[in-house]
């Protein structure tokens, strides 16, 4: 099987080819750029170089969220147009953990910087989730962590929390990692493909719009999203 991997999901974007778990080509960028822009440039580039056509594909793997609201959408609608047009198989594998590196023991957190000092935040061990992610304040992060009576290593966007996380957790490993499309693709090459006309990105927040709407507006079926 051939796939194409990609992750916009923050400022780094990470794109890769496989064929099964060989991975034929990869590239990432870490400058913050217009990912609306690179992307297809990126892809068509990638697959360029290996002499393929976008035919050759037969699955597309996409980083699903969470991340940023922009960044998210960009992923995703191009990963469900290529996966339409083509007449391929679509699958979604979490951004956080794509940050997770291989051989880590003990658990691991990825961290996104979700501004304000909170943090989308995902819980892993032995690359298995043991709590579910979440939006959440970095106190309530480390408090989570503190409790877990076992080594942890923080992963991810954590140069903004270092400080905080050394604080509070002075034997916790840090290490800043990168998007990794490698490991999506491999992450997705087994996992059931999903309806195209289903798939939404997992920003596992609200917009802040949506959020000052409801301020004022009692939550319902008659959405922020369906009134506008």
Known sequence: MKLLAFDTSNQALSLAILEDEHLLAQTTLNIKKNHSIILMLAIDFLINSLDMKPKDLDRIVVA???????????????????AHTLKIELVGVSSLLALVPEQVEGLVIPVMDARRNNVYAGFYQSGQAVRSEAHLPLAEVLEIAGAANQSVTFVG???????????????????????????????????????????????LKRVEAEENWLKTHQESSDSYIQRL
Do not use: M, W
Request: glycine fraction near 8%; charged fraction near 15%.
């Open 64 to 82: 699903q969220g969470p991340g940023s609201y922009t960044g998210l959408r960009i992923a995703v609608a191009t990963a469900k147009t290529l």
């Open 157 to 203: 966007e954590t140069t903004a929390f270092v400080e905080q996380i050394k604080d509070a957790l002075p034997q916790a490993a840090i290490q800043s990692t990168l998007p990794d499309a490698s490991t999506i693709g491999r992450i997705g090459l087994d996992l059931p493909a999903q309806s195209i006309h289903d798939f939404v990105p997992n920003y």
